[in-house]
Structures are given as structure tokens and as C-alpha cells.
């Protein structure tokens, strides 16, 4: 599979990513220090919402120690259920609205706790009571 530039758009007719799943995800062409490349994203909006085919989602990158501290990074470990192949960061600071077609194929699915995780770390970020 390519990646980056390269990468192929989701067909159309591919399954719609639902909230709380793992979807690798065409992030580019971006401007600036914005997420890039094709990478794991986990879809936050709900499915309840929206009449566009674009889904709220939140990008996923390799984890640091230095995220520990940072109310939007949240840690997610691999597991067979999430498809992950390493530790890695939801970076709830970096939201996106992507078009279904950006979703190049479903890797798996985050546990309830990891996504209130990524509610919450939403909710500091926007300053959320």
C-alpha cells in the first residue's frame, strides 16, 4: 500500500466509518504543521450527526514520552482489537472533518474508556465545562 501523496482514496462504496473506529485516513495535502501523510485516525463525530459524507475525526501518531503531560494526547496501547502495531497518541488537538473518501480501510475499533479518554481530552481543549 502506498503511503503519503501516493495513497489511494477509499472507493466510495466502501463501508461508512463509524464513531469510535480506527480508520486509516488520507490526511494530505496539508499546510503548514498540520498532521500529514496516510495514518491511523479514530473517527469522534457521531454517527447521528451530519448529512455530508464527512466524519469528525482525530489523527493518530507514534507516542513520546514528552505527550505524557498534554491534556490532548491520549495513549492508546496496540491490541488485536484496535489493529495498532505500536503505542501510540490520539492527538485530540488536531480534529479534521474528512470526506468518506479519504478512508482508505477500517483497522479496528478503540475500547469505551480510550474514547471517553479522547471526549475528555476534546472537552479541555475547547474549554468544555
Known amino acids: ?3 503519503g501523496r ?9 463501508s461508512i466509518p463509524r464513531r469510535g ?13 498540520e498532521i500529514r501523510k ?3 485516525a479514530v473517527v469522534v463525530s ?9 466524519k469528525l475525526v482525530a489523527p493518530v501518531t507514534d507516542w513520546k514520552e514528552h505527550f ?14 484496535n489493529g495498532l ?11 479534521r472533518g474528512m470526506d468518506h473518501r479519504r478512508f482508505v480501510r477500517k483497522l479496528g475499533q478503540v475500547s469505551s474508556t480510550t474514547m471517553e479518554e479522547i471526549v475528555l ?8 465545562p
Open 46 to 54: 457521531s454517527d447521528a450527526v451530519g448529512r455530508l459524507p464527512i
Open 121 to 128: 481530552a476534546i472537552a479541555a481543549i475547547v474549554e468544555h
Open 68 to 81: 505524557a503531560p498534554n491534556i490532548w494526547h491520549v495513549r492508546i496501547d496496540p491490541n488485536p482489537a
Open 85 to 95: 502495531t505500536k503505542v501510540s497518541a490520539v492527538d485530540a488537538l488536531q480534529l
Open 21 to 33: 473506529e480506527i480508520w486509516l485516513v488520507n490526511f494530505d495535502p496539508t499546510i503548514g504543521t
Open 1 to 3: 500500500m502506498k503511503h
Open 6 to 14: 501516493g495513497a489511494i482514496l477509499a472507493k466510495p462504496e466502501a
Open 38 to 40: 496516510t495514518r491511523p
